[in-house]
């Protein structure tokens, strides 16, 4: 008799024994000590309360102590309070009247305020510990801690708290911060009192995916060997880290979300997306992205390219965030300030699609599923591409009239700075290799910045030319954004090269790259841009270029070269 009596006093002072006996058909987890409840389920219990958080609260007044809330701790709601029906309601646990870090509780409430889950966080003893240390020696302890340093940081929050370590709760800071190198979102625990950085962890989620480095006929390292004069196909693929991934469910990130059209056509308004495009979820097998490429390149269903798409474009974006991280005020287009979207297998009315654009209007990127070419599969075509992203976001270049008629010199400007910054990311001056490869003409293939046959001068005199082994061009600006700009991207490379080799070269091409005095008047048809004399270029003449869309999407530029410039 006295040993039951002795059980039954443990019971009804330990609250986890107490709990079990009220609930035995619950489902239960306990703390690695035994000494509360991490979970609980499989149980309803009334509370009487009228409202969701008064039900959690009245419960937690009675269990609470099963779930190691003390006498010396206050529960503080997160998020807004649901009026009525089926919840969860989540309450941060505080001590001394700060947070006590990964101690939340999740309380789950029926329609009918009765509670049926509870889930806790890891929870310890109190310590005497307190906060010596400032938010600035906190700060600077977390950056510290990094072996090399870390670079170009930007601190988002310091909070003081509590955490347990080691069986005690101990006095913290919570460092939440931004760097360039090593690249990431990070969070650092630093114990209050010692600077001691207790452990970190990367907040940006990553997951593994297959891409090609650069495409099928280019690797990391170089352009894959000619065959009958065109690129070969040589390059495999890679098994690689996908950074700023949102939660890793599909490919959806900080900086862009791509969404698989599988040969449909592109969404015609920004807010239409993805429109009948659908997100791309990981494969079950390992919840990675490590798609197959497709080797015939004319599947309009592959998840490879929106793999593709998803790595290379927040690789550019991240490169060009690098280069400035201070973003223009008034900044709109989502390559700057949000989730840029992209569509891959994009197909016109069940047709080859022979195009690879960025769209102002729909604020998006637009990848074809062409006839022997996925225009998704070319990371160069998407640095290009991006980069038309990026320089709308900043403001763009206005092309309007003047005195002398149409002005598309800002164009070409934005033509030659997508192909600068292209070969900025490989450190090779060929871009759209591939389409180069696979692509018939006169079909979109791909462009030379170091091509020693290309004469572009805004003096030029008017000559015809004969460019890439028979091509005709005229010797001088011609009104058409990818020839003009070619000013431009041939200056950048000379300028690039000679900066890799670590000395000045002298410009092969500087007596003909170059706008160093007012263009020639009378050259220019008021009402199409193009210079009156010579005449344009014959339009069966197909050349690489950015050319206004159909109806559907009216305004935005497309590739639709087939010329190697």
């Not at 004069?229 to 098994?239: E, F, H, L, M, Q």
């Not at 004399?533 to 935005?556: D, E, K, N, Q, V």
């Amino acid at each position: 008799m006295l040993t039951a009596i002795l059980v039954a006093s443990i019971a009804v002072a330990n609250p986890v024994e107490s709990f079990v006996r009220e609930n035995p058909a619950a489902r239960l987890i306990r703390s690695a000590d035994g000494s509360s409840l991490v979970h609980a389920s499989g149980f309803l219990a009334e509370t009487g309360a009228a409202r969701p958080e008064e039900a959690a609260r009245a419960f937690l007044r009675s269990h609470g102590a099963a779930f190691g809330i003390a006498n010396d701790q206050a529960l503080v709601r997160k998020g807004a309070p649901p009026v009525a029906g089926a919840a969860a309601i989540r309450f941060e646990r505080t001590f001394q009247g700060l947070p006590v870090f990964g101690a939340d509780l999740v309380v789950g409430v029926d329609a009918q305020n009765r509670i049926f889950l509870v889930n806790s966080g890891n929870v310890a003893p109190a310590t005497w510990d307190r906060h010596l240390l400032g938010e600035a020696q906190a700060f600077g302890s977390a950056v510290s801690s990094f072996a090399r340093g870390a670079r170009g940081v930007e601190a988002v929050s310091v909070t003081a708290g509590w955490k347990a370590v080691a069986g005690a709760l101990h006095a913290v800071y919570r460092v939440d911060f931004v760097a360039r190198q090593p690249a990431g979102d990070w969070r650092v625990f630093v114990d209050a009192q010692t600077g001691r950085a207790l452990f970190r962890a990367p907040l940006r989620s990553s997951v593994n995916g297959n891409v090609y480095p650069v495409s099928p006929a280019e690797t990391a390292d170089a352009l894959c060997p000619l065959a009958s004069g065109k690129p070969s196909i040589c390059a495999p693929t890679v098994s690689i880290a996908f950074p700023n991934l949102s939660s890793g469910t599909d490919l959806g990130g900080s900086q862009t979300t791509v969404y698989n059209c599988k040969g449909a056509d592109a969404p015609t308004s920004s807010a239409g997306i993805p429109g009948l495009c659908s997100s791309v979820a990981p494969l079950p097998a390992n919840g990675g992205f490590g798609f197959s490429a497709d080797s015939t390149f004319q599947l309009n269903s592959d998840d490879f390219s929106a793999a593709m798409a998803y790595f290379h474009l927040d690789k550019h974006l991240a490169f060009f965030k690098k280069l400035d991280p201070n973003l223009p005020s008034g900044a709109s287009g989502r390559a700057l300030t949000g989730s840029l979207p992209a569509l891959v297998n994009v197909q016109e009315g069940g047709k080859a699609f022979e195009n690879a654009f960025y769209s102002p209007l729909i604020d998006a990127m637009v990848f074809g599923q062409g006839a022997h070419a996925d225009y998704a599969y070319d990371a160069t075509v998407m640095y290009h591409e991006s980069t038309h992203a990026v320089v709308s976001a900043w403001g763009g270049f206005d092309i309007g009239i003047d005195a002398q008629g149409g002005l598309d010199e800002p164009g070409a400007v934005n033509e030659g700075t997508a192909d600068s910054m292209a070969v900025s990311e490989t450190g090779r001056s060929e871009i759209g290799s591939f389409l180069s490869a696979v692509n018939p003409s006169p079909l979109p293939s791909g462009r030379e910045l170091d091509d020693p046959g290309v004469l572009r001068s805004c003096q030029g005199s008017g000559t015809q030319v004969t460019i890439l082994g028979g091509l005709n061009a005229l010797n001088g600006l011609d009104g058409e954004v990818h020839d003009d700009g070619e000013i431009w991207n041939g200056f950048y490379w000379e300028v690039f090269r000679g900066l890799r080799a670590g000395r000045a070269r002298p410009a092969r091409r500087s007596s003909t790259r170059r706008c160093s005095s007012p263009r020639e008047p009378g050259r220019r048809s008021t009402a199409t841009g193009r210079r009156s004399s010579p005449p344009p270029r014959h339009s069966f003449r197909p050349i690489p270029g950015w050319r206004p869309m159909p109806t559907a999407l009216p305004g935005a530029a497309r590739w639709t070269g087939a010329t190697a410039r």
